[in-house]
Structure formats: C-alpha cells, structure tokens
C-alpha cells in the first residue's frame, strides 16, 4: 500500500490556501484529516499532483451559536462535535451522528467539511446537515458560494465545490424552544459504513410539528432529501400512525441495490423501522 | 562460587505473567517488517484483475524504464529454471508466477524488484498485460459438473474440475442403519469461505549471499523446519545452507502454514540478484491470494430411534479449493480430520464422503485456527442434533446427554477411527448449564417469546482432535509429524530452551518455561525460550492444529526429566547418598528422613565445575516426541440471544464457555486463547465472510468488507473449565489453541435459530448477518400464512 508520487504545501492562512488551490487547479486536492483521502491515495484510486494541507488554517475548526444561527467550521473533527456541549444538550443528530461515524481514530481525525466534500452516500454529514436544513459555504480567491445541504451533493463522490474552491463553514438556523433530534445509523460492526442512516429534526409549536427536516444516509447515489416525508409531518400532530405515514414517503425514494448488507427489501425494512424510532425519538425530545 | 538464591518455582497450573508481551507493547518487537539488511531491494507483485484468463503478452518494458528499477520476473523467467510451478502442502501444484493462464482474482502474474518500495508499486502499475478471458466458474457444483472448461489444464490426464475424491467409515453399515432408522434429520449447510487475516500480513526477506552461498530467509512462518526442508526440495538448494528465521509473527491462524509464491519468487530473485529482496504484502494481498479457509458445503443426517437414539451419521462434502488445492492436510487426509464430525455423540457407524473442486477463486483451504476441518466437522454435528432435537421435540440438552460418549468408554474408539483419549462430556455439560443458570434462563426465554420477544439459547458440545501426530498416520509433505525441545541448564543453574515449535502470539515464551520450571525445578523467569531460527533450534513440524502443547510440550517435558534423572546421579554425588535415598522435591533432591538437600541449581553448577567421575559433564539434551495418539479437548457453550424483530439484528446477552483441555499449565493464557477464539468464532458466525461475484471479483478482500469484530462487538465471555487430563500426555495437557473457534459458531447460529424456532424457521446459514435473519422471519411468517 504505497501512494503514487505527489507533492504536499501546508498554508498557514486562508489566503495561502486559495492561493494554493488557484495556482494548482485539478492537480491540487485538499487534505484535511485525511481519512478518506490517505487511504484512497494507498489504494491509488486518486492521484493527485499536489496535496494542499489545510489543518494549519486557523479558525476554522469552531462552533458558535450566535444571533440565531448555529455555526461549523469546516475542520470541526467528528469527535468534537460528537462531545460538543451545546450538541450533546441540544443538537443530538449531531451528536449522534459524530459518535457513530467511523472508529475513535477516523473521528480523532476526520472532519465535517472534508466528509461533505467527499460525498460518499454512506456517510454521516451530509443528512445530518440536510435535515438541519444547513448552509455550506465554499470560499475561492475573490469570491464566495453557499449552496444547501441537499443542493451541494450532487451525486456519488461528487458535489457542487469547484477544484479551486475550500468549503470553510457550514452554518444552519439555531433552534428555538420545541426543537428535537435524532441520528440513527445501523453499522454492521464499529467503523462499518452505514447499511442505513435517519437524520431527523423536528420543530414543535403548539403540538404540532412546525417544521421538519429528514435527511437519509446510504438510500441511494447521495445523502438524500426526503422532502415527502417531510411535508406528510409538518402541520400535524405526533403520533405513531403520522411517523409510519413518514417512514413510507421515506422508503419510496430510496434505491438501493443488493450486497452483504442486505436486501433492497431488507434495506427499506431498516429504513422504515428507523424513520419511526428516529421520529418517535425526536419528537420526545422535543417536546421535553 | 556458589549459585545464587532459590526462587518459588512457578511451575504448571500458575498464570504466570506473558514475558514476550514486554516488547511487544512498547513496541520492540521483531517483526518480518522490521527486518532491514543492507543493499536490501523490494519486490511488488503484479496481479491479475481476472478471474480467468489466457495471459496473451506480458509487456515489461515500460516497468524497467523506470528509474530505480532493477528487475522484473514473469513466469517465464522462472520457468527457465523449473520454478513457475511449485508443489502445495497437499500434494498438489501451484503456479508461482502465471505461465499459461490467469485462474483467480489476485494471482501472481509478475513481480517488480526495485530500490524502493514505492518504485517497486509505481513500476508494478506500468507492466502491460494483455489477458483473453476464459468462462468462470465460482459455484464448486457447477465447476463440478462441468468437463469442458478444465481449469487446471496443466495437470496432465485432468478432464474435470476434481481436485480429489476420498471417503471415511463404513458405508455399508450406515446405509442399513439408516434404512433401519425411525427418524433421520438432514441439513444442508454452507460454512462459508473466511480468512484467518492475520494482523501481520505475510512476508519474507530473502537473503542469498553469492559469496558464501548461504541462502537466510527471514520468513512470516509458522513452520521453518518444515520450510526449509521444502525450500531444499524445490529450489534444490543445500539444506546445511538455508536458514529460514521467522522472526515474531503477529499471528498465522494457519495462514502462515503454506508457502506462497511471492517467498519463491523473492528468493530466486534474491540468488540471481546477489541483494536481499523483502516482499510484504498488503492486507488486500493477503485476504484475496493466500491461504483462505473453510468454503465446505455439507449434507449431513443423523439416524435416529424414535427414542432420540442417534445410530449412524453420514455427510457429503463438498469442497472448494479455489484454482489450487493449497490446503495443508497431513498426506493421507485429503479432507483433513473432518471424520471427527461424529462429534461427542456415541454412534454406531458412520460414512462420510468429500468431494473437492477447483474454482476460479483463490487457493487455499487453509485450517483458519482448526485442526484441519475439525471447525466445519464441529458446527456439522452440532447443527444436526440440535436439528434433531426439534424435530423429535426433545430439548437439546437432553438428547445430548442421551447419546454422549460416557466418562466410562474411554478410550473410546469413534466409528470413522479415532481412538478419542479421555473426556467427561456429561459434566462439561452440567458445569455450563449450572454456570448459565439453564432453568432460569429457560424459564426467561419462554417469558420472552410469551411477549412476543425473541429470546433464543443455543448450545454446542464439541470435541476435537489436535495434536498431531502420531508419525505412523500423519505426515505433511512426507515429513512425520512429531516435534522436538533442546533443553541447555547453564552453570548458575539458568536455563535456555529451544523449540522445533514456533510461536505467533500463543505465549511459548512463558508456558514451555513453566513447563521446564515444573519438572526441573528451575523458575521460568531463569529459562529462555528460542524458537522460530532453524540453525539454533531442533527440528519440528511448526504451530498448527494445536499442536505445540501436545507435540512440543511433551517433549519439554521428556528431556527436562531426563536432565532431572541426570541431576540426580551429579546429587548423589554431591550429597555422598546413593540415588535410590533421594527424594525430588520441586527443585530439590532430599536425602530421604534427613534435612539434607541439594538444589536443581547446585546440581547444575556441579555438572561444569564437579561432575561425579565417569558420568558427562554438561546438563543438556535433546528430545524429539513421537505422540502415541492425538489428544480430545472438548467443552460445552452455551450462548443467549435475543433477536430484534424488526431489523433482524441479534445480540449476545450472555455466552458460557467451559473448556475442558486437560492440564492447564498457565490458565491465564488458556484464558486468552479461549476469548481469542470465542470471539473468532463469533465473526465467523455473525459477520465474517468473502464471498465472490459470478465475474470472480473477490468480494471481502479488505476490511470494509471483510469485516473483525472489535471489542464493541464482541460478547462478553464468561469462562469455566474442567479438567480431563489426557493420559498420554507427559502432564496430561491436550492443546487449546483452537477449542473456541471450533465449538462456538455452532453455539452462536444454534441461539438465532432458537429463538426463532416459534416461527418455524429452519436454517440460516453464516455469517448470520441481520439481514439474512429479517428474511428467515419473513419467509417463515409468508409461509405461516
């Protein structure tokens, strides 16, 4: 397991980077906890020229949650935000979904921007920041992009981030009172992608659900969107009948094949059975 | 000078702490990896992405352009001197580098030497093959029935896919106590293709020196005496002048037991070469082209009275070895020691049958840490009578006890011809069930499926046989299967010890010194243990089937009470007492009804600086141990699951493993190689597995998909034991290496299969994967309706 050649700049500040990633165009490709990247580069199934390390560029690995807006920096490691006060109280797809990705070593090192940036359907971020209906912001030199959750991952291992481009924040509305969530992932073992993935956000107003967000992990060529489901749970009540009603919009737009993980009917099986727990879990949180 | 202070001798029976696992965790360890010599080369190896293929042009132009480049080596440079071709460990062939064709994903077609590794990987990636693909067969029945695509279309007078034939028992007295039966319970199983995937990969550092011709080969083995032998053999080099040196191995499982091409090809490459040349495999290398294991598919039935009787067993199978039949089985066993499958039962005949195929997946048939097919003979067995069970509405306990070998008929001569050397089967079984708390928990599970629950509890009662050999039967590649200690006690009364055995994390360091400590008196932290080197160790067929102990062991045991019978003429001696006053004493020789003693220590010192006239000086010796009989560990498993309806997942609530393997000579490390395998057992049972595409694209050639449990996974063991001694054994140890592999995947699948028997379900076949439990309730609930 031994990478092709390849050259490595490490900036220290964001302007350096930019820099970096315009003079290097598609020849240069960003490393940030590398755990998807090494391991790609071992197998040779990516090559390129120059690697562009961005684990020096200061400021941005916080969260904040200020004037109404929850923020990410995009070299916020799994762990973190997994142990993350504000997600463990507050936020628990987050803290759900950074607890469950990968091992202990991945989440030491991997962050949540370069887990966006990679795209792979099986994991964690992307439906995490679906349903948080969050904001992903792409900086190049001169100028700057924000694209949706769902809008940024446009298919397997390919997203809308241009190659001269640094995703350097994800950022969502912050929650008020009646908000509750979930992340629930079925791993065949510790550090197994996932067969399936819920991530759920629920906003309570008066009994009802006044705003949800649902996003599905390894249901298909992306983190998908399940914007029926959605729409069946907004404007109504909680109840066991609603979140079955939900989990079945969920299971129609998944597409899914069959492999050692299952059945495609096996599969949805697991979508439906966590679309419900998932909700039920949220909405007690909410309502709490 | 006298010697020096008398310490507590830790002998047999004490867990006396692991001295090798120092280095290893501070990382000091040796390992083949580490392994560094001067004007060493590295060697890649290039592959074939087909399953199956005529290799049409191989290209290496664009490889040696490359700088840093020093050779590249295709089958037909090895054939020009007779080495594309190598014989296995079961007397089969196997192709070092491709000659003719490609015959599974992953084969050795080319191999890149270079100055680095990195260049040998780069110029791997530019050496052009053009292959012409040929039909592929993955399914063994299929290649089976087929004889117009032959894929060993080397071997002269194949017209077929077989790989061999062979039969165990008596086939005409099954079949009449089968027609006679009441009752005959069938099953049908696959225990599927794993990998033992070794933490350390495989590797070897050739090093032949043109000026003094000596050939050291620094290689991942868990047999060097053997390997040097074949390397002899093979390469037609010297034997005086091979060293094969296998430094600390991070664990085999018997995937270090055959010799792969890459170490044939790095050692020729190192002799016209002149330079050392390492080779070390990737992890994708390792699970997709070496010594995989398993991959049988079996029938079995039992014969039964109506009365839950079991009278006669049968099993056909069939086997699948990949392109080359690359298992290791001692000669006359094409199918290993599979004729165990009788299990603990008392039966009266029994006749099994196997057929093996070549496909086009890799070779192997390695015995992943099993005794040569004693793991698939187990879950058979054990399958089957708990089948059986429910079919006559007994309960699994009971219809065990009904037809266990009693303590009474032992020995006990098994009707496939074993002669099984000690056991007490009913009370490994009480001691389990009285651990788990079996009415409780009986009671708890029937209140659980009263709620709609899934509660299952599944049972295994196993019985192996390990130790190989005796040398009259067993033998791999002609070489007897006895083994060997060299036993040196030093003038101040220290010791070094030295193995034809070798240890690849089993603890030999610290248990073969206790054993030392216990018939000679001298402590084990005073006793070195060297093994692994053939120049400074004796002959021996290796670590395998769990045979160190049985095999090793005994012959540490043998030469340190034959040094002992010499210390006692030097104590004599010393104390002016004829031998027949002395009394040995732990560590001492008393002269009987007196206070008067010497030490194993002073009569060490006394064997350089003051021997009794007319006897040798020196306290030394050699022993190489010819095993009687192979020896029957056994145990009883009891495991609690419970599985979630909804998704099919199961999980372990509780799992008890009594071990019964005689003598324990360090329990703590008995312990550990009992949760060791325990926890192999359970990936093999729920989550292990490569399996292949109909294209031949291995799937499960790295750990995204081929998976190990981590700590999470894993159950939470809880151990007890019984102690049979083995009464052949100098201290009557048995070998436990590989009891949990054995006897737990059927313990494991029997608690799913429980606790879905109120559905009706039948069979579920390993690994039971979550999905392929939601399924069997599926298809039992569709057929319930």
């Known amino acids: ?288 | 000078m006298e010697p020096s202070e008398q310490k507590a001798v830790r002998g047999v029976g004490h867990s006396v702490r692991r001295v090798e696992d120092d280095r290893f965790i501070v990382g000091r360890g040796n390992y083949l990896d580490d392994v560094k010599l001067p004007r060493m080369l590295h060697m890649a190896i290039v592959r074939s992405p087909l399953a199956h293929a005529t290799i049409e042009s191989i290209d290496i132009s664009e490889a040696m352009a490359l700088e840093g480049v020093v050779a590249v080596v295709t089958g037909k440079d090895l054939e020009a001197h007779k080495l594309a071709w190598m014989p296995t460990l079961s007397g089969d062939t196997q192709a070092v580098l491709a000659t003719d064709k490609v015959r599974f994903q992953g084969q050795e077609v080319a191999a890149v030497i270079a100055e680095s590794p990195y260049v040998a990987a780069d110029a791997a990636e530019l050496v052009e093959i053009e292959y012409e693909p040929l039909d592929i067969f993955v399914d063994p029945y299929k290649a089976l029935e087929n004889t117009e695509t032959i894929i060993r279309s080397d071997k002269e007078g194949q017209a077929d896919n077989v790989a061999y034939e062979w039969e165990a028992g008596d086939k005409a007295k099954t079949d009449q106590l089968f027609a006679e039966a009441d009752h005959v319970v069938k099953l049908h199983t696959h225990y599927p293709r794993s990998h033992p995937a070794p933490l350390e990969t495989c590797g070897c550092v050739a090093d032949v020196n043109g000026a003094t011709g000596k050939a050291t080969i620094y290689l991942t083995s868990q047999a060097p005496h053997a390997h040097r032998t074949l390397f002899a053999l093979v390469a037609g080099l010297p034997e005086q002048n091979i060293r094969v040196i296998s430094p600390d191995v991070g664990g085999g499982f018997g995937n270090k037991v055959p010799i792969y091409p890459g170490y044939v090809v790095a050692t020729a490459a190192s002799l016209l070469l002149d330079a050392p040349v390492k080779w070390v495999e990737s992890r994708s290398e390792n699970l997709m082209s070496t010594g995989f294991a398993r991959d049988y598919h079996m029938d079995g039935e039992l014969a039964l009275t109506s009365d839950g009787t079991i009278t006669a067993m049968r099993c056909h199978i069939t086997s699948d070895h990949g392109a080359f039949f690359a298992d290791a089985q001692p000669t006359k066993f094409r199918a290993g020691l599979v004729h165990i499958c009788t299990g603990s039962y008392d039966m009266q005949a029994a006749h099994i049958t196997a057929k093996g195929a070549y496909t086009n997946k890799a070779p192997g048939g390695v015995a992943y840490r099993c005794s040569f097919r004693v793991t698939e003979a187990s879950y058979i067995i054990e399958r089957l009578v708990q089948n059986a069970a429910y079919e006559l509405g007994m309960s699994p306990v009971e219809i065990r006890r009904k037809n266990f070998i009693k303590k009474e008929q032992f020995p006990y001569t098994s009707c496939t011809g074993f002669i099984y050397d000690s056991g007490d089967y009913d009370a490994s079984l009480d001691k389990a069930l009285e651990m788990l708390g079996y009415d409780e928990i009986m009671a708890e599970r029937d209140a659980a499926r009263a709620e709609g629950r899934l509660m299952g509890v599944g049972i295994a009662t196993f019985t192996e046989v390990v130790g190989a050999g005796n040398s009259k039967e067993y033998d791999i590649a002609g070489l007897k299967m006895f083994d060997s200690a060299e036993l040196r006690v030093h003038p101040t009364g220290k010791a070094i010890l030295k193995l034809g055995v070798q240890t690849q994390g089993q603890g030999h360091e610290t248990t073969f010194a206790q054993i030392v400590a216990n018939e000679l008196g001298i402590p084990p932290e005073d006793i070195a243990v060297g093994h692994g080197d053939t120049d400074n160790t004796p002959y021996g067929l290796g670590t395998y089937a769990s045979r160190s102990t049985p095999t090793g062991g005994a012959a540490t045991a043998v030469i340190a009470r034959k040094l002992r019978d010499k210390a006692k003429k030097i104590a004599a001696h010393l104390l002016e007492a004829s031998e027949g006053d002395l009394e040995w004493d732990s560590n001492k020789f008393v002269v009987k009804g007196t206070d008067k003693s010497v030490s194993i220590q002073d009569c060490a010192f006394a064997a350089y600086t003051n021997p009794p006239d007319g006897e040798e000086p020196g306290l030394e010796g050699v022993h190489y141990y010819d095993p009687p009989n192979m020896t029957y560990p056994f145990g009883a498993y009891a495991v609690v699951v419970e599985v979630d309806p909804e998704t099919g997942e199961w999980e372990v609530k509780r799992m008890v493993a009594v071990d019964d393997c005689g003598v324990r000579i360090n329990p703590m490390v008995v312990d550990g190689q009992i949760h060791g395998g325990l926890t192999e057992g359970y990936a093999m049972a729920s989550m292990q597995y490569i399996h292949y595409d109909d294209d031949g694209n291995c799937v499960g050639g790295n750990f995204i998909d081929y998976l190990i449990p981590t700590a999470v996974e894993t159950p939470k063991f809880e151990l007890g034991e019984t102690v049979t001694p083995s009464p052949h054994h100098p201290i009557g140890a048995k070998g436990v290496g590989e009891s949990a592999t054995v006897g737990s995947p059927a313990a494991y699948v029997n608690a799913v299969l429980d606790a879905l028997q109120p559905l009706g379900v039948k069979n579920l076949e390993m690994p039971v994967t979550s999905g392929r439990v939601w399924e069997a309730i599926q298809a039992a609930k569709a057929a319930a309706e």
């Open chain 1, 1 to 288: 397991m031994y990478p092709p050649r390849f050259d490595y700049v490490a900036p220290t500040s964001l302007e350096e980077a930019l820099d970096a990633l315009a003079e290097h165009g598609d020849e240069g490709k960003i490393i940030a906890g590398g755990q998807s990247l090494i391991p790609m580069l071992k197998l040779r199934f990516a090559s390129p020229e120059t690697l562009i390390d961005i684990n020096r560029l200061p400021g941005m690995d916080g969260v904040s949650e200020e004037g109404g807006t929850l923020r990410f920096g995009a070299l916020c490691r799994h762990n973190q935000l997994g142990a993350h006060p504000l997600m463990t109280s507050k936020y628990h797809v987050v803290a759900e979904a950074g607890t469950l990705i990968a091992d202990p070593l991945v989440r030491n090192m991997g962050s949540l921007g370069g887990s966006l940036c990679h795209a792979d359907p099986q994991a964690d971020w992307g439906s995490v920041m679906i349903a948080l209906k969050a904001t992903i912001v792409c900086q190049k030199k001169g100028a700057t992009r924000e694209f949706g959750a769902a809008e940024f991952m446009e298919g397997i291992f390919t997203t809308k981030l241009a190659d001269d481009e640094i995703v350097t924040e994800i950022r969502c509305d912050a929650a008020n009172g009646g908000f509750g969530s979930s992340y629930l992932k079925m791993e065949r073992k510790v550090g197994d992608f996932a067969t399936c993935g819920t991530a759920i956000a629920l906003t309570l107003k008066d009994g009802t659900i006044a705003s949800a967000g649902v996003g599905l992990t390894a249901m298909g060529a992306k983190n998908l969107h399940a914007e029926d489901a959605e729409k069946v749970l907004v404007g109504q009540a909680p109840s066991a009948e609603l979140f079955a009603e939900a989990a079945e919009a969920a299971v129609a737009i998944a597409d899914v094949r069959e492999d050692s993980r299952g059945t495609p009917e096996y599969k949805k099986n697991v979508l439906r059975t966590f679309m419900k727990r998932g909700l039920a879990k949220a909405a007690l949180r909410a309502q709490a």
